[in-house]
């Protein structure tokens, strides 16, 4: 098996909006299409902390009021998806962060609404996924 294509974990979340819009279904299917698998799946209603460790990186930045409250106003669907270089392939699938400038064929082209409400988060690398996922579901055995 080549180097980048190892077996991995990555943590996907499904924000309000999804939940909102009844796109759960929907967003789930996408990942199963492109052969990952499902290991955990939780809706949850996040607290100010969780939403600040797992944007901290963005804390500063000015936007970052208007995320916390998007994220924070509804339940979110955490998920951990296994699969053959599952970060990148879910990336690929959710598109870029703007839906305006996100490709037809991603989640978020073809259903995110505006650069804040843009329906997923996928971990972007195995740190990120490694400690989103201690995050969000404390240790996984
Ligand atoms: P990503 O979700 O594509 O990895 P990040 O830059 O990590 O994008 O930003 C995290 C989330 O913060 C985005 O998915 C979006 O909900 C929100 N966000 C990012 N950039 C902006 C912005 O310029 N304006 C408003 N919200 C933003
Ligand atoms: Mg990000």
Redesign the pocket.
Known sequence: MPANEEIQQTFIML?PDAIERGLVGEIISRFEQVGLKLLRMETKKLSKETVARH?K??MQ????P??EA??TRGAVVATIWQGRDAIKVA?KI?G???PALAEKGTI?GDLGS?????L???S?SPEAARSEIANFFGKVA
């Open positions: 924000k944007y990186s963005l930045k000015p936007f970052f208007k995320l998007y994220v990336r959710v870029a962060t703007d978020r505006n650069c804040t409400e843009n997923v988060h996928a972007d």
